[in-house]
């Protein structure tokens, strides 16, 4: 009966056992942190980036595959001009990137 006590006793979570649980998942963690989540944040705030320095004339792709150059510029809206005299409004956010960098980019096999 000592034996069966002495076991459960040895098996008691302690200081520093639970310590070593939680390594493997704080490991998980910073793997995640450097190969997901920080990478998507610098490409999010290279796009602010980019957002922000539109001009007139930049010629610009957007979420939706729309080809244009741009027209005129307000704070949120943006005017492209995607063929001759035809001219639409478009929000800033929905732009994708640049027209020339969409154009060199391979096309996705789906």
Known sequence: MTGVAWAADAAA???MAALSQFVPLILIFIVFYF????PQQKKAKEHQSYLANLKKGDKVVTN???FGQIANIAENVVTLEIADNV???ISRGSI???ASEAEKAPA???
């Open 64 to 66: 939706g595959g729309i």
């Open 13 to 15: 979570p302690g200081g």
């Open 87 to 89: 001219r639409i409004k």
């Open 96 to 98: 994708a990137g640049s």
């Open 108 to 110: 996705k096999k789906g």
């Open 35 to 38: 190969l997901l989540i920080r």
